[in-house]
Each structure stands twice: as C-alpha cells, then as structure tokens.
C-alpha cells in the first residue's frame, strides 16, 4: 500500500456529523482515462459528513461533506494543467510564509478543493448551496492540520510534488 496520509475533521465538522468513514480499493475503468484520476489501482479513504435525503422520483445527492485521501502519485495536479499555474495564490497559508499548493474547482452546487500536501491529495467535496463557504472553511481547518508536518517545506518544492509522479514508491 502507498503511504499517504488518511485525514479527517474529526467526529463532527460545522454541525455536521462524521457519518461514514470508507477506506476503498480502487481500479481505473479500462480504456483512456481523462482526468484526475489514478491510472493505476490504489487505496483511498474517504470521511463522510451528514448525510442527504434525494428529492424526486429520479433525485439524488451527494453528503454535504466528503473529505477524501488520495496518494498523491495516483492522484495530483497534472491533468489539470501546466505547473506554473499551481501558484502561492492558489494555496493555503500553513503558517508565516510557508503555503500548501490547492486549486478550487466549482460546477453548480458540487464544489471541490484539492490540497496537495506532498505524500497526500486532499479532496475536499461539498454539496449543495452553502457548498463553497463549507469547503473553504473544511480546507483551513485541514491545512491547520497538515501545517507541522510541513513547516520547512518551501512553496516550490510542494508544488513539483503536486505535479510529477517522479520519486512514487509503490
């Protein structure tokens, strides 16, 4: 098993319970994969929070909240574009001058945040109308978290890790 790091927001996040914790073993569909995800089987886990009811005969819906783990050599920037756009902007502030490389992406009510940490991909998943401001809050609650095993890590450094496979151990 790759080594990464499982986060959490621990038993309960901004009034919403820890639902659900799922560690899965997952396997790239066949064919040319497009996107983020791993090209190779690897383990994750998953930390769900609340819970949702679907609307509708056809509804579904996603938990407000999922914070997901990833090794970062299964699951990184790189489909996402050039490193040069991985920027201290798009980051965290960890503590003094020291940041964790992130990029937000939004569609509709489905908004996600990735945090790129070195050895770890945090995906933080939220769902819903006060999506963004959830995710925002689940993702410097986490990087509070990440920030002592990174302290004397420059900007720089993380952000090549964010974005090669180069140095992966399996």
């Known amino acids: 098993m790759p080594a990464f790091k499982a986060y959490s927001l621990g038993t309960h996040f ?3 319970p820890l639902s659900d914790v799922v560690r899965d073993c997952f396997a790239p569909p066949s064919g040319h994969i497009v996107g983020p995800g791993p090209r190779n089987v690897t383990w994750t886990s998953t930390a769900i ?15 407000p909240l999922e914070v997901q783990s990833w090794p970062e ?25 020291y940041r964790l490389p992130a990029v ?15 050895r770890t991909t945090v995906v933080i998943f939220t769902d819903g109308p006060e999506g963004p401001q959830l995710a925002s809050h ?20 993380l952000r090549a890790l964010a974005v090669s496979t180069r140095g992966c151990h399996r």
């Open 14 to 16: 901004a009034g919403l």
């Open 104 to 118: 937000s992406l939004e569609h509709g009510l489905s908004n996600r945040i990735e945090m790129y940490e070195g």
């Open 73 to 97: 050599c299964d699951r990184n920037y790189a489909p996402y574009g050039p490193p040069s756009d991985l920027k201290p902007r798009t980051s965290y502030r960890l503590s003094g001058s």
């Open 138 to 157: 689940a993702a410097r609650a986490l990087a509070r978290q990440i920030a002592p095993r990174l302290r004397s890590m420059p900007f720089a450094r």
């Open 49 to 63: 929070y609340g819970t949702c009811t679907p609307e509708g005969a056809e509804g579904g819906c996603g938990p």
